[in-house]
Each structure stands twice: as structure tokens, then as C-alpha cells.
């Protein structure tokens, strides 16, 4: 059963999928080959210029697997969405085991673009000679991003299945939270409402902390 | 006698110009059953909450002895479903449509689907995304076929096929419960198509069930008669008048289109005075007009 719908969720997201893994393959590989570390000589870069752009090449990793995230959870429901979910609710099985399914298929297609980023980044700090006091995080870095894709894609896969009726009712929310901190912020009252609201979401310590901050694969 | 699906009391209301009122449906087990009424008499709405699909207001529910909304995913391991709308993932080809569904249903035939594939014509490597509306709705028969269902719900399946298909997919249908004996719930305007193959006609207008009876009963209760000379006021009537109309072309008389007809019941316009001049046998379009026309606007007789 779970093979059958791991199958569906593949042909319904595969062109993203392995376009998302062939980036993730790339990135690591441009990253270096940028900042000059797989050059040989080094004498003619400067070390912070060099890691600010390997810093500046990691921003594409949490693009990636935001983008990984969306896509397997759109193709997740879409479908679904165009038949009024009428399929998928007179299969024989519980409802919350059909969401788990579908769920856990998305989670199965991570693994191979994890596996695509992973790959770039052993190739890509292999073979080149740190200096003294730099580090390679390649591991960290394809972990991270297994986990970032897995926390935007679960976050996007809760929004994907629900109604038109909810998507409205979010996107109004969020735009609603916008307008009443433009507001506010035009009358000079509680400036930087939107701010502090992303600090609250993405910064303090939660699941989508992960998703910020810098990804850096050469670092001190 | 034992219910496929039975109903009582049941509820629903979408918005304010929908209401289905206190429906008491009784599908007997073994039959196939129509379930007729005009567009937006509510015969969807029904099928989908004896599905579980919709939530009632309030009534009760049990298909194949299951409470519905309650047990609802059991009940789908023994009832194959051709909604009105295909819903198919459009990326899967035929055969992978099959490998997906057949993984859900414990009961899966895969020799028979391989079977109703080559009986219906389908290529098994073609997406489903570009099968036409016929090969569609052959795809959805052949799905809830193969599932070896107790109970087979069909919503409108032959509706805007050509006859070509609506036959093949009736056919299907047919030999199926002939060797099966499972129970098949039809719903349908097409009138002329329930008449060949149901023997328990239940009919829809507005929200409510306006009759629900054996086919043979529903077919040969319902007559045309010609009749001369009769009473305005025509005293108790051992039939149920659906229509009183005067005749074209012929003064003093008139055609009743009556319910319940038994041939011994020609006494009673002797007893009237009047003169009954023929008998005609209505078709089943033609009774479940008459049938809808009374329901709108009961006559007294």
C-alpha cells in the first residue's frame, strides 16, 4: 500500500523532484568552485571574501528545500483537490492512515535529493586543502537541509490539505497581519509588528529556527 | 428481508435551497436498485451520505450493516463506488491506476481487472489524463468490478456515454451480479436504462423519496385508462389517481393515469356510471412522470 502510494506521489512529482536533486548536486560544487578553494592558488583570494561567498552560495540550500518541501506537498493534494478528495475518502482505510501515507511518501522522496546534496558537497571539498583553521561541514549541512526540507514540507503539507475554504482563510490571516502592521507602523505605534512576528516564527527556538541563519559549507 | 442500505430519518440541508427531509431508504440485499429522480432531486447528495461523504443533520445510516459516518472505511473494503465525476490521478497510466487501487482493496481481483481491461477496450500503458469520457467512465466500472464489491453504488455511470459504451459498461454490470449476487445501487435520469435491469425502483423529487417499490409493481401498477362518461366526484377509488385529464377529440372522455391498477378493478367505473374504454400499460419514463407530476401536486379524486 505504502509502495503503491510512494509511486503515485514519484509520478506526480518527479520532473521537480529531480530538477530540485540536480540543484542540490550543483550547489555544493559551484559554492567552492566560486569562492576559489578548488583553485589552487589561494594567495591571490581573500578568506573572508572567499567564505562570504561560500556563505552567500548557502542561501541556495534553504531555497532548495523550501522548494522541496512545497513541491512534494502541492503534488501531494493537487490532484485530490481536482476530484474533491471523493477518491482518496472511499478508499478502505482510515482517514488519518491515508494523510500518513501520503505523508510519509513525501518524506521518502527527501531522502534522494538529500542524498543528491550530500554527494555534491563530498565531491566538492574533496581534493581541496583547507587552510589552517577552516573546516568542511558537508554532513551538517545535508542533514540540515534533510531537515529543513522535512519541517517546510510538513508545514506546507498541513496548508496543502486542506480546503480552498482554509487556504483562503490563512493567506487572508497573513495578509490581514500585514495590513495591521502597515497600519500600525504608519501612526507610529508598534513598529515592526511583521518583524518581531518572523523573529517569532523563524528565530527563537522552533522547528523553523532551522530554516534560517547561514548555511556555510567551509566555515571556521 | 435484509437491507443493503438503509436509511431513517434522514437530514441534510445545503444552504438554504437544498433540503433533503427525513429520508427512509431501504436498498433490499440482492437487488438492483434504481434510484431515479430529475437533476437536483438529491439522488447524489443521498448516495454521497450513505457513503459518508457528506454528514447528515440527523438520521441513521447503515450500508452492509456498517453505521455510517462511523465505520465508513470498512464499509469501503466491500462497496465499489463510480462517482458522477471521474476523479482519477490523472498522472497514473490504466495499468498503475490498477496496481494503486488494488493495493487498498483486500478483495482485489487482478486476473478479472486484467479481463474487463481487455473486455473494455483499454490500453493498459495509456495515462489517464488522456483517456476520453467513455474510456473514463469504463476505468471507474472496471476499478469498482474488480474490487469483488458486496455492494456496488453507481452514480449516473452511463451518463453522457455514447450507447456503444453504456452498453458494454450495463453489460459488465449484469454479469457481474449474475455471478456475484451482489447488491447494486444505481442512480439515474435515464429512465429507459433502470427499466431493463432493476427490480427495485426507488424515485427522488425535491429531497424526498416519493416511492420506493418493487420494479414489477412500480411498472405494472401504473396505467392508462381510457374512460367515458365519469362523475366529476368520483367516490372512493380502489386505485390511486394520478391524473385526470379530458381526451383529445372525443367529448365526455377522459384518460386517468392511476396507480395500483388490478383488472378486477373495472367494477368500479360500473359502479360510477362510467364506461371504462381501455387499459394502456405505461412505460416506466412515462409512470415515473406521472409519478413526479402527482407528487408536485396531489390530486383528490
Not at chain 1, 502510494?5 to 559551484?30: D, E, M, N, Y
Not at chain 1, 563530498?122 to 545535508?142: K, M, V
Not at chain 2, 424526498?208 to 401498477?221: C, D, I, Q, T, Y
Amino acid at each position: 500500500m505504502f509502495r503503491a502510494v510512494c509511486r503515485l506521489q514519484w509520478k506526480a512529482s518527479f520532473t521537480a523532484v529531480a530538477l530540485i536533486a540536480v540543484a542540490g548536486f550543483i550547489v555544493p560544487l559551484l559554492a567552492v568552485q566560486r569562492a576559489g578553494f578548488a583553485v589552487g592558488d589561494r594567495r591571490a583570494w581573500d578568506l573572508v571574501t572567499m567564505l562570504a561567498a561560500v556563505e552567500s552560495a548557502g542561501s541556495l540550500f534553504q531555497i532548495l528545500a523550501i522548494m522541496l518541501g512545497l513541491t512534494l506537498s502541492v503534488s501531494a493534494w493537487s490532484a485530490d483537490h481536482q476530484g474533491d478528495h471523493v477518491y482518496a475518502l472511499t478508499l478502505p482505510v482510515p482517514r488519518w492512515y491515508y494523510v500518513l501515507l501520503r505523508f510519509g511518501a513525501g518524506v521518502v522522496l527527501i531522502l534522494p535529493v538529500t542524498l543528491a546534496v550530500g554527494l555534491g558537497c563530498a565531491l566538492a571539498i574533496q581534493g581541496i586543502d583547507l587552510p589552517a583553521g577552516l573546516r568542511s561541514y558537508g554532513t551538517a549541512i545535508t542533514l540540515r537541509f534533510a531537515l529543513a526540507a522535512l519541517v517546510a514540507y510538513a508545514a506546507t503539507f498541513a496548508l496543502a490539505a486542506g480546503t480552498k475554504r482554509t487556504a483562503a482563510l490563512i493567506l487572508g490571516s497573513l495578509v490581514a497581519v500585514f495590513a495591521i502592521s502597515e497600519l500600525l507602523a504608519m501612526v507610529g505605534v508598534g513598529q515592526g509588528l511583521l518583524t518581531t512576528l518572523m523573529v517569532g516564527i523563524f528565530a527563537r527556538p522552533g522547528p523553523f529556527e532551522i530554516l534560517a541563519g547561514p548555511w556555510t559549507l567551509i566555515g571556521v | 428481508m435484509n437491507y443493503a442500505i438503509e436509511t431513517t430519518g434522514l437530514h441534510y440541508r445545503a444552504g438554504t435551497t437544498f433540503e433533503l427531509g427525513d429520508l427512509d431508504l431501504r436498498v433490499p440485499t440482492g437487488s438492483i436498485y434504481g434510484f431515479l429522480g430529475p437533476n437536483g432531486s438529491g439522488k447524489t447528495t443521498t448516495i454521497r451520505l450513505c457513503l459518508g461523504l457528506l454528514r447528515a443533520a440527523r438520521g441513521t445510516i447503515r450500508v452492509l450493516g456498517h453505521a455510517i459516518p462511523a465505520e465508513t472505511h470498512r464499509m469501503f473494503a466491500r462497496v465499489g463506488y463510480v462517482p458522477e465525476r471521474p476523479h482519477l490521478y490523472p498522472t497514473l497510466t490504466v495499468r498503475e491506476a490498477l496496481d494503486y487501487h488494488g493495493a487498498f482493496h483486500p478483495r482485489w481481483d487482478a486476473a478479472g481487472a486484467t479481463g474487463l481491461l481487455r473486455t473494455f477496450g483499454l490500453a493498459a500503458d495509456t495515462r489517464i489524463n488522456r483517456l476520453s469520457k467513455g474510456e473514463n467512465g469504463k476505468l471507474l466500472m472496471l476499478l469498482a468490478l474488480a474490487q469483488r464489491p458486496d455492494l456496488l453504488v453507481l452514480d449516473e455511470p452511463t451518463d453522457g456515454l455514447d450507447p456503444v459504451v453504456r452498453r458494454d459498461v450495463l453489460m459488465a454490470v449484469i454479469e457481474f451480479v449474475s455471478e456475484s449476487g451482489a447488491t447494486v445501487f444505481v442512480s439515474s435520469h435515464l429512465v429507459h436504462e433502470l427499466e431493463r435491469i432493476c427490480d427495485w425502483v426507488g424515485v427522488m423529487d425535491r429531497g424526498r423519496l416519493v416511492a420506493e417499490v418493487p420494479m414489477h409493481s412500480f411498472k405494472n401498477g401504473i396505467k392508462r385508462l381510457r374512460v367515458r362518461n365519469a362523475p366529476a366526484q368520483a367516490g372512493d377509488m380502489p386505485f390511486v389517481l394520478l391524473a385526470r385529464e379530458r381526451a383529445d377529440g372525443a367529448s365526455g372522455t377522459e384518460v386517468w393515469v392511476v396507480r395500483g391498477w388490478q383488472p378486477t378493478m373495472h367494477q368500479y367505473f360500473e359502479g360510477i356510471g362510467a364506461v371504462l374504454q381501455d387499459v394502456v400499460d405505461l412505460d416506466l419514463e412515462e409512470g415515473f412522470v406521472e409519478l413526479l407530476r402527482t407528487a408536485r401536486s396531489p390530486r383528490e379524486g
